[in-house]
């Protein structure tokens, strides 16, 4: 059974920055595609970034290109997002997931990915 564990969330100012962790513990994840996903309130949730398995590809929505970055800490089984320049509508619950995926179209789609964290909290004050 696989496990993911978001940590790094809080609360900061407009332009200030976050980094977002994702552990990943309880079974293999080498060759998963790894995925953040945000939820406001009052909002469904949104795909925020995403990479392959071996990180060599990444994907981000428009919103946040140039501002936020997602990569791998191999060696720690660990996935970050590292969050610059944020904004009040980058308020949410971001959470981290994994899945089997192949297609570039399915990474931005909640339902490609089999294994999701417990979320973590993200405010951004203006």
């Known amino acids: 059974q696989g496990l993911l564990v978001e940590s790094g969330g809080g609360l900061v100012q407009a332009g200030g920055s976050l980094r977002l962790s994702c552990a990943a513990s309880g079974r293999r994840f080498s060759y998963y595609a790894m995925g953040w996903f945000r939820q406001a309130p009052g909002k469904e949730r949104e795909f925020v970034a995403a990479?392959?398995?071996?990180?060599?590809?990444?994907y981000y929505t428009d919103s946040v290109k140039g501002r936020l970055t997602i990569y791998s800490d191999n060696t720690e089984n660990t996935v970050h997002l590292q969050m610059n320049s944020l904004k009040p509508e980058d308020t949410a619950v971001y959470y981290c997931?994994?899945?089997?995926?192949?297609?570039?179209?399915?990474?931005?789609?909640?339902?490609?990915?089999?294994?999701w964290g417990q979320g973590t909290q993200v405010t951004v004050s203006s």
């Open positions: 997931a994994a899945g089997l995926i192949g297609p570039p179209l399915q990474y931005r789609l909640g339902t490609s990915y089999n294994y």
């Open positions: 990479m392959n398995w071996s990180g060599s590809i990444t």
